[in-house]
């Protein structure tokens, strides 16, 4: 498997925010994410309280098997509701074989909105 990449990301509030990314092994072949499942938490600091969570489950993730492909997914009126301007977060896969990797981390910050 790859290494643990870090991303920083902007997300805007009040509006949609999509990433969409391939996933690829050292020898740049995506990773089969057939079966697996996923989750991030967004929070202020480690070990603060959870801002967000995406997830596999909640239809904040999806993973497009074989291709490796994986695309975070969070609404409008989702990302209004955040206030935090700044945070951290990371992106956990599971395997159907009990193996966990850590995709992405790093942080995030939060551009307010002025139009409501």
Known sequence: MSQSTQLNMSLQQGATWILSFEWLDDQAAPIDLTGCTAKMHMRQATGAPLLLELSTENGRISLAGATGVIELHVDAASTSLLTTQVG???????????????VIFGSFALSLAVTK
């Open 88 to 102: 951290v977060y990371d992106l956990l896969v599971y395997h159907p074989n009990g193996q966990v990797d850590r």
